[in-house]
């Protein structure tokens, strides 16, 4: 079978006219049924620019297409600015009304689709669903991570349907800033079929893919983006947030993203950077564009502070932090995703933080030595020792750990699943003093290896990859949400998990409740320590921290408003201990979720304490 010549007949017959005018449309990203309209007035569903779009509108304007004949729809931004207009009279099908309006005003010849995660793809394909109801004939290009990591999901005509529906017409694999114009100048006769890469259809009754990666060209990556009408400098903080440390920012904080480096050296067995972009680092961007990226965002927008989307950050982009200091750019920064412990050295990190660096997190994931080389994480326990002491010299910068539990056994590398292999983190995360730890239970990305292992013993199955079953338990769409709310009347029992038998092989059923002792020993106990001690600058960074926890993201959590009381303790705002106490208590004796686990974990003694001695301290 010829992929490449089925694949060419399909599209010149999808476009027997060529493709001149394309809209790309970023969907919205929670589907109606996840959707939680308080969660959305407290902006805390994320509202990313579509960076990637706009990257693809300036390699498309590179080859020679117009720019009047691109156009970017954020869905997902339009609805939040439609929620906050008037929440009262907002309904959740109002993305239907700005799709239909752009595409009867644009009129485009094909729409381009995005998903990140598995957990919008639904949205994603009603998006599409509707378009096709507008206009069967108006083809769809679908691309983006999620859709990217599927293809290896569709084995017959029922995965297919399962994974796509029938209304995508063309599946675009990877990153396509060289593939997508190199297809669409295919479509227009400007080039050969031997151009065709990266992409999937359903044709003759079978799944046509040809995953050989285009070649990318300093042309085609070296991009300045092109957001077009949209208005970067309102996503956040006005209609949401991006990445993880808006919480230091203010109002006034204006927030963007940028990447320098395309793909990661790493090869972890949970993630799917390398399954997207290719191994190792496929690209360096240069620092002049970088940072001339950042004075448009700057000066067109407004923009101040940005965060990072890279991978493996510290890739060769030490340049980049000396140019933005030369440029004295004057904005702040942080690296949500991560970096690579093993690759922060003293010079880098005083350029970071003299560039503007705010918060940073280190990819740690576990400290069990033999997990971190079963899953083929670059770094071990040495580098991460290494990393945070480098970065305690600059208390400005807030250091977070990303870490995971409930990893698969491995029983022929001595992995198990035991108890004593999460008690390893947390007995690590002690030892490096960081600033915080983000704990989240494996979550299975198709398309990787480790995912691959459980589709083939039965641990899960394609469905849960597809419908949104299988999603982070932490986060703003997060299994944890849905289970404090639903265990307010009459929750389970709660047993500290990490207690008693450290060599025991826990359930799948017991994760969540391991994720809540982890989270509570790692994030919470050490403020107990009466010989703990923190930075001042700490200090004010982690009141910020609580404040975002207990009065936006966590409403009415017992824990946090307990161990914000004792942080005010601790920095002498009796007052404001006092008002925290109050409520770690209401809200521990009116949701029997909390009662169960201030019980169990001896909380109560812990309130009763503090509120004596906030007490002494008023009399």
């Not at 412990?341 to 033999?370: K, P, Q």
Request: hydrophobic share 35%; glycine share 8%; proline share 4%.
């Amino acid at each position: 079978m010829d992929e490449r010549k089925i694949i060419a007949e399909k599209l010149q017959k999808i476009f027997p006219n060529g493709c001149q005018r394309i809209l790309f449309i970023n969907p919205p990203n929670v589907p109606e049924e996840d959707y939680d309209v308080n969660i959305a007035k407290d902006n805390r569903y994320p509202v990313y620019p579509p960076t990637g779009f706009a990257e693809l509108s300036g390699a498309l304007q590179k080859r020679g297409y117009p720019r009047e004949n691109i156009a970017i729809l954020d869905l997902n931004l339009l609805m939040q600015m439609r929620l906050k207009k008037d929440s009262d009279a907002f309904q959740y099908g109002v993305w239907k009304d700005e799709l239909r309006e752009k595409i009867e005003e644009f009129k485009p010849d094909a729409i381009g689709l995005t998903c990140m995660f598995t957990v919008y793809w639904r949205q994603t394909r009603r998006t599409a669903e509707f378009i096709k109801s507008l206009n069967r004939g108006l083809p769809i290009f679908a691309g983006g991570v999620h859709t990217s990591d599927t293809v290896g999901l569709v084995k017959e005509e029922g995965d297919y349907h399962l994974v796509y529906g029938d209304a995508i017409d063309v599946v675009c694999l990877y990153e396509g800033l060289t593939n997508f114009p190199d297809i669409l100048d295919f479509i227009n006769g400007a080039v050969g079929e031997e151009k065709i890469k990266q992409i999937a259809v359903w044709d003759r009754g079978e799944f046509i893919v040809i995953k050989d990666r285009a070649h990318k060209t300093i042309e085609n990556m070296n991009i300045i983006p092109d957001y077009h009408d949209l208005p970067v400098g309102r996503y956040a903080p006005e209609h949401g947030r991006i990445g993880t440390y808006y919480w230091l920012g203010n109002e006034k904080t204006l927030s963007a993203t940028v990447n320098a480096n395309i793909g990661c050296r790493a090869h972890c067995s949970f993630c799917s950077v390398e399954l997207f972009n290719g191994r190792g680092v496929v690209f360096r961007r240069n620092p002049q564009i970088v940072c001339d990226t950042l004075q448009m965002l700057k000066e067109k927008y407004g923009i101040n502070d940005f965060m990072w989307l890279d991978d493996d950050l510290l890739n060769g982009t030490l340049p980049i932090f000396n140019e933005m200091i030369r440029r004295n750019l004057k904005m702040t920064w942080n690296a949500t995703n991560g970096i690579i412990a093993s690759a922060l050295t003293e010079e880098c990190a005083a350029a970071m933080a003299e560039s503007g660096c705010i918060g940073i997190s280190i990819g740690i994931e576990s400290g069990n030595a033999e997990r971190l080389k079963a899953v083929y994480k670059p770094s071990g326990i040495k580098h991460f020792y290494k990393c945070a002491e480098i970065l305690r010299k600059y208390p400005q910068i807030f250091v977070k750990a990303l870490l995971m539990c409930g990893f698969p056994p491995i029983p022929n590398k001595g992995l198990y699943g035991t108890i004593s292999e999460e008690l390893d983190t947390v007995n690590l995360m002690r030892d490096l003093d960081l600033d915080w730890g983000t704990i989240q239970p494996l979550n299975y990305i198709p398309g990787v290896e480790i995912t691959n292992h459980a589709l083939e013993q039965g641990k899960i199955d394609k469905q849960s990859l597809i419908d949104g079953t299988e999603r982070p338990f932490v986060g703003s769409t997060g299994g944890n949400e849905k289970r404090v709310k639903s265990e307010h009347g009459k929750a389970l029992d709660f047993v500290d998990p990490l207690e008693g038998d450290t060599g025991r092989v826990y359930a799948k059923e017991e994760i969540k409740d391991i994720w809540f002792s982890m989270d509570y020993r790692i994030n919470y106990l050490r403020f107990l320590r009466e010989n703990k001690e923190f930075h001042p600058v700490k200090l004010d960074m982690l009141y910020k921290l609580f404040l975002s926890i207990c009065d936006k993201t966590h409403k009415g959590n017992a824990l946090g408003n307990l161990f914000f009381a004792v942080l005010e303790y601790r920095r002498k705002n009796f007052e404001e201990a006092q008002k925290r106490l109050r409520l770690a208590r209401e809200y521990s004796e009116v949701s029997d979720f909390w009662k169960k686990r201030f019980k169990a974990l001896g909380l109560y003694e812990v309130l009763l304490r503090y509120e004596s001695l906030c007490s002494k301290r008023r009399q």
